[in-house]
């Protein structure tokens, strides 16, 4: 029987490998942005005549501040891409039939973890909320679990609205996911569960492509 593998498709894990890969060298490319303009900042606040401090918010090289939450929205996405594949992944290759047979993405259920049953949507966001997938195995620490749920807060609307969608009264202004990350390397712990995201996706992308390639081989042989 020939593997019904779409290549094109959702169905096959390099996809979302190659988008992931693409939302990162984007993401890096902000976040050098904003570095450059933090670095940069030093230089545009003078001290004031009696006091304090006066900052030249014109400068072109302040603006691209704001490119940290860009940094974070396109980290999340591509964070997103990388679970979205595991999870497919894992599932094609338990029961290539189940994820082949689906022709609209937006179909698709996948079982939780402990349940054989197809409940999940993959089309919602939350990082963690992927994480109760059947087949995602991967562990994350709490530290990394909680840098999700930041990327997250960027992801629905912090890289992309000025003000959150829904009202909180703790964070009327939305200044949480505004602000920058207080740790002088925060970028670490990021660049940490992506490596290890995107080494899962690609060691199932390629038991995907070799089982992809037996079906046929042993088609073309019969």
């Known amino acids: ?19 992931a890969t693409t939302l990162k060298n984007s993401a890096d490319k902000m976040r050098e942005a904003y570095l450059e303009s933090e670095n940069h900042l030093n230089t545009l606040i003078r001290p004031a005549p009696g006091g304090g401090f006066t900052i030249n918010l014109d400068d072109k090289d302040f603006i691209d501040i704001d490119q940290y939450r860009v ?5 999340g996405y591509s964070m997103e891409n990388l679970f979205r594949g595991i999870i497919i992944t894992g599932m094609w290759l338990n029961d290539a039939d189940s ?12 079982p ?4 054989a049953e197809p409940t999940l949507s993959l089309m919602k966001h939350g990082l963690q909320r992927l994480l109760t997938a059947r087949d995602m195995n991967m562990k994350f620490t709490d530290e990394e679990k909680e ?7 960027f992801i629905t609307w912090g890289g992309r609205y000025p003000f959150p969608k829904e009202h909180d009264e703790n ?4 200044l949480k996911a505004l602000k920058s990350l207080e740790d002088p390397y925060p970028y670490q712990i990021i660049d940490t569960i992506y490596t290890k995201a995107m080494e899962e996706l690609n060691r199932l992308c390629k038991l995907q492509g070799d089982k992809h390639s037996a079906k046929d081989d042993s088609s073309s042989s019969a």
């Open 112 to 115: 939780l973890k402990g349940s």
């Open 71 to 75: 940094f974070m929205m396109l980290m």
């Open 1 to 19: 029987m020939v593997s019904n593998l779409n290549v094109a498709g959702f169905q096959n894990g390099t996809n979302w490998f190659n988008m």
């Open 171 to 174: 964070d009327p202004s939305g």
């Open 99 to 110: 994820v082949d047979a689906i022709v609209d993405y937006s179909k698709l259920k996948v």
């Open 147 to 153: 840098m999700m749920d930041k990327l997250d807060e």
